[in-house]
């Protein structure tokens, strides 16, 4: 553990993949209240939305109007998703850094998240970032199911390897490799991270990990060692895709910001601040955060949690 990067780059998601999952429909004013939270705790990469279907989402309605309302810093990037023509071109308008495409490595998933293959996703995409590039964005390509799939069951790394390929090809800047339902462990992980690395350097690799079967923070060190130093992650462990079923939340903020802070490794973030906006948006959802960090942090400050 000697040749641990000194900075990591989180990007929070909670807003996006946390928000995404709640049946209850968020207030829009909250959503906006938590992306103030979130930013003055010091997350600089932030997922605010997707502007997908809103009769396959219901909950991200009101994406235009959540980025309408943003106090923005300088600094912050705001992201969010885009799975067609017709979502960047909605996107566009709400003025993102830089969106996101979310295709996947296994067939099956492709088709029940996104209603085609893979390589259909593939050329709905390269309109999408030729688009993105020509407004000056870059574009971020999501790959779920990387590390195992609701429906198909087992992914191999050769899987994984074709669609991060197929994702150079059209021009996608930066590679998020997703356990989209929390399966994959350690040396799995290192696998197909090694194999995104024959397309994407490091710099433009990074991790996405929800956390269903406790493996996400091991599996953020297992990438720490190869030198991955981006990752997704999502206030008081927020998160799930509603086609991916039994997918529970991403891997916590806190959780990581704690653990890379006893690494001595760098991510600009507040933990106290982080564990305030991760109470806010838990209380707003009626329940106790699902962060261990948070909770534990919450506990000591006397804070009684539901
Ligand atoms: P479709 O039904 O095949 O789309 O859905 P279509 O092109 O045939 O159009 C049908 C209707 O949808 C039309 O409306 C379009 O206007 C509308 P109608 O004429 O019926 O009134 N439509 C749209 N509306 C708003 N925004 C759009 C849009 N596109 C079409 N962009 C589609 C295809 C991709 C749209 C749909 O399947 C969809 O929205 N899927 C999104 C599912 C989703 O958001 N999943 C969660 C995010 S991914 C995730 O969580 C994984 C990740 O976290 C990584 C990981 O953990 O794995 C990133
Ligand atoms: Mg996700």
Known sequence: MDRLPTHVTLVEVGPRDGLQNEAAPVATADKIELV????????????????????????????????????????????????????????????????????????????????????ESIERFRPVVAAAHAAGLKVRGAISCALGCPYQGEVSPEEVERVVALMKAIGVDHCGIADTIGTGTPRRVQAVMARALRHYPLVELSG????????????????????????????????????????????????????????????????EALVDAGAYVSGLLGRAPAS???????????????
Request: with cysteine; glycine share 10%; aromatic share 6%.
């Open 292 to 306: 261990r960090a948070g909770r534990a942090l919450l506990a000591r400050r006397g804070v009684a949690l539901p």
């Open 36 to 119: 103030q939270r979130l930013q003055a705790a010091g997350c600089r990469e932030i997922e605010v939305t997707s502007f997908v279907s809103p009769k396959w989402v219901p909950q991200m309605a009101d994406n235009a109007r959540v980025m309408a309302g943003l106090e923005r810093r300088p600094g912050v990037r705001y992201s969010v998703l885009v799975p067609n023509m017709q979502g960047l071109e909605a996107a566009l308008a709400s003025r993102p850094d830089e969106v996101v495409v979310f295709g996947a490595a296994s067939e099956a998933f492709s088709r029940r998240n996104i209603n085609c293959s893979v390589a």
């Open 208 to 271: 996405h990990f929800h956390d269903t079967y406790g493996q996400a923070l091991a599996n953020i060190l297992a990438c720490l060692e190869m030198g991955v130093h981006t990752f997704d992650a999502s206030i008081a462990g927020l998160g799930g895709c509603p086609y991916a079923k039994g997918a529970t939340g991403n891997v916590a903020t806190e959780d990581v910001v704690y653990l890379l802070r006893g690494l001595d490794i760098d991510t600009g973030i507040d933990l």
